[in-house]
């Protein structure tokens, strides 16, 4: 990041020396921006949901907490009179865990200041093996936390507001997002597989209770995103991304959170490189995935993606062949809706030839893994 506006201190500094407000007051923050952000932002770079819904929901509490750079802070505040134990690093998502801990909890407050122009620049992320890699250690950081003994809804309560103790609960789980969408993608696909229905039929009145809340759910989002200057693309974009992040890097952050909670392994620290080559630039501003990146991403992601085809499918066909289509149709709406938030994934496996397709070699591993949890999940389902 980088200064974009010489009078950023001075806009600031009215703030911290304003005397109508609070000397409490810790520090000022700027939100993140970026000068190299395309025009479609398929991997959601900009993070709308955070600089422009949830640090403003913060702003009318106790303020936002801390976010890594572009921000004015009291030297008292992160120090202290005795200059001790600056920043909290005992994890991996340091500024969260200082806002949180060292400052709010403390009684600071903080101010959110978004003017026209942006302050302060960065460079974003451009391709998709920076982006889970991030993930994975910002889920592994913030998974870190709600699992210790200052998880915040517990540790702050007796000196923070209900509210304010619920809105840093709501980031430190994030990561934990992993397990209702791995059941979201799977449990429904498997019984469909197995012929055993899970909601009710289109002709009963209760399964319209479940298809007003899929419905609502997404119209939510949608709004958000155009009352906030959005689009039905970024919509599209910011579904996509959730999906992809919440079966891959939320999943592994919150493994490794664990397994380092349970001391068999250490959470570490990985810098992520956002200087791609001409190729990932090139295919980025065209609004073209690139799947290079480990296969302990793809795999996972490709291996839902081939059980939601097949699912989707062998509903059809039984729907076609029984003329029985109201018990498993909300099955297959939902593999439908996958695939149709996926597209961008299977054109990688089966469409696209050039360097930033998924390799054949995955979609392969995919397919064995996938055959090995049928097997197991009708296991399963036959007790």
């Not at 451009?126 to 210790?148: E, H, I």
């Not at 791995?182 to 012929?195: D, H, Y």
């Not at 009145?205 to 039905?232: A, C, D, M, N, R």
């Not at 296969?295 to 081939?306: C, E, S």
Request: positive net charge; aromatic residues 16%; proline residues 4%.
């Amino acid at each position: 990041m980088h200064c974009n506006d010489p009078t950023s201190a001075r806009q600031a500094m009215c703030f911290h020396f304003d005397p109508k407000i609070s000397p409490s007051r810790a520090f000022v923050q700027f939100p993140q921006t970026f000068h190299n952000l395309s025009e479609n932002d398929i991997y959601d770079s900009e993070n709308r949901l955070i600089f422009r819904i949830l640090w403003y929901g913060f702003d009318g509490l106790q303020g936002l907490g801390l976010f890594g750079t572009n921000f004015y802070i009291k030297r008292e505040a992160l120090y202290g009179i005795s200059l001790q134990k600056g920043f909290m690093y005992h994890s991996l998502v340091e500024d969260y865990f200082t806002g949180f801990k060292s400052l709010h909890y403390k009684g600071w407050k903080s101010v959110y200041l978004n003017p026209s122009r942006p302050q302060f620049l960065g460079t974003s992320t451009t391709d998709l093996n920076v982006l889970l890699t991030q993930g994975t250690r910002w889920g592994s950081g913030l998974a870190q936390v709600l699992f210790s003994k200052f998880s915040p809804p517990i540790y702050g309560l007796p000196r923070m507001s209900l509210l304010a103790s619920m809105g840093y609960a709501e980031m430190a789980s994030f990561s934990i997002y992993f397990f209702p969408l791995w059941c979201f993608a799977t449990i429904p696909q498997l019984c469909l597989l197995n012929g055993i229905p899970l909601f009710p039929e289109v002709s009963d009145s209760k399964f319209y209770i479940f298809l007003f809340i899929f419905l609502s759910s997404l119209s939510k989002h949608l709004h958000e995103v155009l009352k906030t200057g959005g689009s039905i693309r970024m919509w599209r974009n910011e579904q996509r991304i959730w999906m992809i992040k919440g079966v891959t890097c939320y999943f592994y952050g919150t493994l490794n959170a664990i397994m380092s909670k349970l001391g068999l392994s250490e959470a570490s620290f990985v810098p992520t490189n956002k200087a791609g080559d001409d190729e990932q630039t090139k295919r980025h501003h065209m609004g073209i995935f690139d799947f290079q990146t480990s296969t302990m991403f793809l795999a996972p992601l490709v291996t839902l993606i081939i059980l939601n085809i097949v699912a989707f499918f062998w509903g059809v066909l039984g729907m076609i062949t029984t003329g029985d289509w109201e018990k498993m149709f909300a099955q297959v709406l939902l593999s439908f809706y996958i695939l149709i938030m996926s597209y961008a994934i299977i054109e990688g496996m089966v469409v696209r030839k050039d360097t930033g397709r998924i390799p054949p070699s995955v979609t392969m591993l995919s397919a064995i893994l996938l055959i090995t949890f049928l097997s197991l999940g009708s296991i399963v389902l036959m007790y």
